[in-house]
Nanobody
Framework: QGQVFESGGGTVQAGESLRLSCALS????????LRWFRQAPGKEREFVAA????????SYGASMGGRFTISGDDAKTTLYLDISNLEQGDTAVYYC?????????????????WGRGTLVLVSL
C-alpha cells in the first residue's frame, strides 16, 4: 500500500514564504500524477497544483495567483509546494494526493492516495 504524508505547515506571518513537503512511500509512484489541494475553513477543497507522471509543465489552480510553485524529485518520493508572499486567504489545510496517471493501463486498485493534510495558518 502507498502512504502519503505532508509536513511543513504551521503558523506564519503574512508576507513570508513557506515550503510544504509530501513524502510518498510504499509503492512506485512514477505512474501517478502528484497534486496539492487545500481546504480553507468552511470552504470546499480547492485544487492548488499538479505535476504529471509523464512530465511536461505543471498545472496550477486558476486562483493561485502565481505565488505557488510545485516541484518534486524524479523518483516521485517527495513532492514540494513553495508558497511565497503568504496571505491570510492562504490559511487552509493543504493536502498531497497521488492519482494514477497512465491512460494505456489502469490497475484495479491503488489508483488514488491522499495524505491527512498539514495546516497552514497565516497571521497578520
Amino acid at each position: 500500500q502507498g502512504q502519503v504524508f505532508e509536513s511543513g505547515g504551521g503558523t506564519v506571518q503574512a508576507g513570508e514564504s513557506l515550503r510544504l513537503s509530501c513524502a510518498l512511500s510504499g509503492r512506485d509512484f512514477r505512474n501517478y500524477d502528484l497534486r496539492w489541494f487545500r481546504q480553507a475553513p468552511g470552504k470546499e477543497r480547492e485544487f492548488v497544483a499538479a505535476i504529471f507522471y509523464n512530465g511536461g509543465s505543471p498545472s496550477y489552480g486558476a486562483s493561485m495567483g502565481g505565488r505557488f510553485t510545485i516541484s518534486g524529485d524524479d523518483a516521485k518520493t517527495t513532492l514540494y509546494l513553495d508558497i511565497s508572499n503568504l496571505e491570510q486567504g492562504d490559511t487552509a489545510v493543504y493536502y498531497c494526493s497521488a492519482m494514477w496517471g497512465r491512460r494505456d493501463y489502469r490497475p484495479t486498485s491503488g489508483t488514488e492516495f491522499w495524505g491527512r493534510g498539514t495546516l497552514v495558518l497565516v497571521s497578520l
